[in-house]
Structures are given as C-alpha cells and as structure tokens.
C-alpha cells in the first residue's frame, strides 16, 4: 500500500483524530441548500407489509413515485439484526492500523474503506466502511487471526436471509410492472442464481458539529436495488419540487424491525425510465450510528437494458444495454451523469448499432 493511499483513509476516517472543530477536508459547505423535512403528511414515505394483499401495486406505486419505500413482515428475525449489529461494532472498534491490514486494494470492490465514488468528491465522508463480496473469510482472519468464525458466521447468516428477501422484492418489483409469474424467471435477475450481491457495513461515528458534515454525500446506487439496515436515523432522500414545496430532503425514519428499499440505477433502466432512481445521502448525529446496505444486480457477465415489453409501440428504449462492473466504470469518472451516457439519442432511437464512441471509451 502507498504511502498517499494510507494517509487517504486515515483522513477519511474521522474518528481517528480528536477534532477541536470540524477541518476544512470533511466541512461541506452546501449542506443546507435544501431544507430538512420529516417523513409526515404529503411527505411520507411509502411503508408496505410484506404480507399485504395489494403488494404488487403498492410496491409498483412506490417506484414509480418514491424510488425509496420501507417494508416490514420481511422474515428476519430482530435477532439476526442484534447480532449483525454486535459484529459490526466489533469490527469498527479495532484499532486503525488492523483495519487497514484488509484496506481496499486498486481496482477490487472488498475490504476497508471509502465507497466507490468517494474519489469524485471534494471533501471526505465522516464514516467508516467495510465491503463485503463474496465470503469475508479471507479478511476476517486477518483482522481476528484466532477468533474470526463467529464474525463469518453472523454475516453468511444475514447474508443468506438477505439475498432470499430481495430476490422477492425483486420478483414483487418484476410483477408489477405487468409481468408473469411465468415470464420472471426469463428476465435476466429473475432467479437467485442470476444475482450477485454486495454488501457495505459503514459505521457513522458521533459529532459534535453534525450540521458541518455528512456520513455519505447524495447519489444514487448503481444497483437494481438496495436493502438498508440502520439503527438509527441518518439516511435522507431528495424529493423534487412539487406542488407541495420546493426540492427538499425527507428523512427515512428509522422503523424498528423494517428496512429501507432503494430503486437503483439498474432498476431505472431495466424498467426504461418508469422507476425512479432514489437520490439519497447519509447525515451524523451526536451519536454513533450503524447501518448495512445490501445491494442487488446482476452477475458481471449479464448486460441489463430496458426490457422488450416495456418499450412496445409508444416507447422506444430509453438506454442501451450495459454490465453491472461497465456501469460501475462510467460512474467511477461521470458519477451522478452515467446514465446519460447510455442513454440512447433520440433522434437514432431504433438504430441500436449507432452507439456512441464515448460511451466505448467508457466501458474500456
């Protein structure tokens, strides 16, 4: 490792250093560009029982106007969250120099560090994160050499009752957009052996000027979707101006026993621009704060484009097919204007050989 990338995610990680007052590399100065609101009255966020009758056009409902919506009934117990919450502070708590013994190496999306779009902003995240793809065996032996099982066994637990959550999510997501359940297992993340999943630990240390800083800055997830665990309130999502009030950001309340659903960038084009893409970033409180983003796509061999069905005779497709890891590539250097390069001219709508050189250049 570097002597530039160790000192990187020192400074990324605040809770390294005792701050008198908040330094210039994490102060972000356009916090408050737009208003704070709580999730009430016009502005609240969609909350569906899994077990409800009206799933699908609930669900459906809630792409379409949210691209964020919070489920609870979802099958997993509060135990399996407590203990994923045990190892996560488990894992934070290690002195720095051990977890930087599992840092991120170049051009690999596992271990300790920023999130992958970290590198485009100006300023750093006052957050910790750790990635997870895959087993974490490798990693975890070289954080606890001699007691690394149970941190394995809590995440293959979590990781299984997870995955099996989203691909009926994703099912629910699939159907209500007027598929059948005999059409699913055609679409290309329509089965469980079709997706790959990513996970993302982050632990959001306590502040004692939180209105200075941000765990994580707005964007979108490149995903098809995400589940998010927080045990606490920190995550906000941007609604547009409307007719109700101009552009602000709505918290997501923490709901005990429920999780957060975000639409993603994948989701956006795989339903040909019907489902919104969620913008959302991270506060900091006072107090520490965990969460766990889980997130659904693809395997990296599968291109993803707006479905046949959708597009029929009114709509052309909006964007051209693209990978998990190429989309991931163009967002690494365009960030919140990746999906414009995909996005298919208006005037060559029907030619789908005309792609454009940049987008090639992108993906290369």
Same mark, same amino acid.
């Given at each position: 490792?570097?002597?530039?990338?160790?000192?990187?995610?020192?400074?990324?990680?605040?809770?390294?250093?005792?701050?008198?007052?908040? %330094? &210039?590399?994490?102060?972000?100065? *356009? +916090?408050?560009?737009?208003?704070?609101? $709580?999730? !009430? =009255? %016009? &502005?609240?966020?969609?909350?569906? *029982? +899994?077990?409800?009758?009206?799933?699908? $056009?609930? !669900? =459906?409902?809630?792409?379409?106007?949210?691209?964020?919506?919070?489920?609870?009934?979802?099958?997993?117990?509060?135990?399996?969250?407590?203990?994923?919450?045990?190892?996560?502070?488990?894992?934070?708590?290690?002195?720095?120099?051990?977890?930087?013994?599992?840092?991120?190496?170049?051009?690999?999306?596992?271990?300790?560090?920023?999130?992958?779009?970290?590198?485009?902003?100006?300023?750093?995240?006052?957050?910790?994160?750790?990635?997870?793809?895959?087993?974490?065996?490798?990693?975890?032996?070289?954080?606890?050499?001699?007691?690394?099982?149970?941190?394995?066994?809590?995440?293959?637990?979590?990781?299984?009752?997870?995955?099996?959550?989203?691909?009926?999510?994703?099912?629910?997501?699939?159907?209500?957009?007027?598929?059948?359940?005999?059409?699913?297992?055609?679409?290309?993340?329509?089965?469980?052996?079709?997706?790959?999943?990513?996970?993302?630990?982050?632990?959001?240390?306590?502040?004692?000027?939180?209105?200075?800083?941000?765990?994580?800055?707005?964007?979108?997830?490149?995903?098809?979707?995400?589940?998010?665990?927080?045990?606490?309130?920190?995550?906000?999502?941007?609604?547009?101006?409307?007719?109700?009030?101009?552009?602000?950001?709505?918290?997501?309340?923490?709901?005990?026993?429920?999780?957060?659903?975000?639409?993603?960038?994948?989701?956006?084009?795989?339903?040909?621009?019907?489902?919104?893409?969620?913008?959302?970033?991270?506060?900091?409180?006072?107090?520490?704060?965990?969460?766990?983003?889980?997130?659904?796509?693809?395997?990296?061999?599968?291109?993803?484009?707006?479905?046949?069905?959708?597009?029929?005779?009114?709509?052309?497709?909006?964007?051209?097919?693209?990978?998990?890891?190429?989309?991931?590539?163009?967002?690494?250097?365009?960030?919140?204007?990746?999906?414009?390069?995909?996005?298919?001219?208006?005037?060559?709508?029907?030619?789908?050989?005309?792609?454009?050189?940049?987008?090639?250049?992108?993906?290369?």
């Amino acid at each position: 490792m570097s002597l530039h990338t160790t000192q990187k995610l020192k400074l990324h990680h605040p809770e390294t250093f005792k701050f008198d007052s908040i %330094p &210039d590399s994490h102060a972000w100065l *356009d +916090l408050h560009e737009h208003p704070s609101v $709580e999730s !009430i =009255g %016009p &502005d609240t966020i969609p909350v569906i *029982d +899994l077990n409800d009758p009206m799933l699908i $056009e609930k !669900i =459906g409902k809630a792409c379409e106007e949210w691209g964020v919506f919070i489920i609870s009934n979802h099958g997993i117990e509060p135990e399996v969250l407590n203990r994923l919450c045990s190892q996560m502070h488990r894992l934070f708590a290690l002195p720095e120099e051990v977890k930087l013994k599992v840092a991120k190496a170049e051009g690999t999306d596992a271990g300790y560090g920023g999130g992958a779009i970290s590198h485009l902003f100006s300023k750093f995240s006052w957050s910790e994160g750790f990635s997870i793809v895959g087993s974490p065996v490798d990693h975890a032996q070289k954080l606890w050499p001699d007691n690394y099982s149970s941190f394995c066994e809590v995440i293959e637990e979590y990781n299984k009752a997870t995955k099996s959550l989203g691909c009926r999510l994703i099912h629910a997501i699939l159907l209500s957009l007027g598929f059948s359940e005999e059409e699913l297992y055609q679409i290309p993340i329509g089965g469980s052996s079709k997706i790959k999943t990513v996970m993302n630990l982050n632990s959001y240390p306590a502040c004692s000027n939180p209105d200075q800083v941000l765990g994580f800055p707005p964007h979108t997830d490149s995903a098809c979707v995400t589940i998010v665990y927080q045990n606490g309130s920190g995550l906000q999502v941007l609604r547009r101006k409307d007719d109700i009030a101009p552009t602000r950001w709505v918290i997501v309340p923490a709901v005990p026993n429920t999780f957060v659903v975000n639409i993603g960038d994948l989701m956006h084009v795989l339903s040909n621009g019907r489902f919104h893409n969620v913008v959302h970033r991270v506060t900091i409180s006072k107090t520490n704060r965990l969460s766990c983003a889980y997130f659904i796509g693809p395997q990296d061999d599968v291109k993803l484009g707006p479905l046949s069905e959708l597009a029929g005779w009114e709509q052309s497709p909006l964007y051209r097919p693209v990978k998990w890891p190429g989309l991931l590539k163009i967002r690494s250097k365009l960030n919140d204007k990746a999906l414009q390069a995909i996005k298919i001219d208006s005037s060559s709508r029907g030619e789908g050989n005309r792609i454009s050189f940049e987008f090639y250049a992108l993906q290369a």
